[in-house]
């Protein structure tokens, strides 16, 4: 009967009208967000004349709330309503993204403006993302949860495919502020979008007294995963390994690179972009064939190398053929990473209780998420002082070698996502 049943429930999801709102709106929010994670590094690139150095602290500013906030927001999210902190944060984050552009018509941007519109924009995503990962398991079945995530991730690939090309048109045609105004009515959207789920998620649990404060609380997600087998070792290798990938060290030179070493345009720049995230979507759409192939575990670990050598090819662009490598480069990347992600998403939500998703998912992104800061400013100090070039080749060494501790780990042995019962105790 679970042969049987697995499907139907799976395939019902195309008809689970919560979860497509659920889906409309980050789609929605995803594509916009593309967009402005190209056009507000170029702000500072071509508008502001940044250097490698203030464009590491822009991104590092915007990675920062995981390592501040990360923790506590955890407990925030499972003791209030998980839709209405997705409102606010996509409300609030359209709101600061508006300063840019209005900066902007007032002939008053700076890079001290851009800093705090990153670190705020930065704390509401934090809750976002959080508080996602933690709603969806509430809203479809558990044996949904990675059909789910499979067809969030699609989402996620696709505004990758789309938002580069059109950021980089936006930016070469009308500036990049602009292009960031339309990210923020983005964000305006997927939050009505939001408004719209008519299904009740369950009501916060009530603070147990046993489990005492603030930091009590932080204390037992923080123990839920450290001491969980498979929880830890992806815990450890993914913060390693975002020090150094497409999201720190990488994200921190990438754009400076691209523009001032190999002499691309905006345009070329977002359709190299575009092109690469044919390979994430490739990966998101073939991430069943490869589970029933490789089992869960195996999925999570051999994708995990993919990203490394991926870096390596970046700095053997040169300005005839930037495109073509860029997009060779970040498209084997990103397939590996959406392999990654939907898998092992899908095996944390899967082993985590109802009343710890929120805990859980904090602690990942305060450990996963937390080293972002970091990468971005060591990307931006070795960008200026050894170079460009030099640092991608830290930065792919460093990526291969975060995959350690899940050759380590029992996760080759796993072969189905397994259930909360296999996790560790959370007392």
Known sequence: MTTEAGP???ASLWRHGDFMKLWTAQTISMLGSQITLLALPLTAVLLLRAD????GILTAVGYLPFLLFGLPAGVWVDRLPRRAILIVADVGRALILLVVPLLYFTETLTMYALYPVAFLAGVLTVLFDIAHQAYLPSLVDREQITDGNA???????????AGPALGGGLIQLLTAPIAILVDAVSFLVSGLALMLIKRKEPPPAAPDAAEGGLLRQIRTGLRFVLRDRLLRPIAVSTGFGNLFDLFGMVAAVLVIYAVRELGMSATELGVA???ANVGAMLGAFTNGWIVRRLGVGPAIVYSALIPGPAILLLPLATPATAVATIAAALGLGGFGIAVYNINQISLRQSVTPEHLQGRMNATMRFLIWGTLPIGGMLGGLLGGTIGLRPTLIVAGIGCLLACVPLFLSPLLGVREVPGPATGMETT
């Open 8 to 10: 139907k429930r799976q």
């Open 52 to 55: 490698p150095l203030h464009v």
């Open 273 to 275: 972009l575009a092109i």
């Open 151 to 161: 067809k969030l991730e699609i989402s996620y690939s696709g505004a990758q495919l």
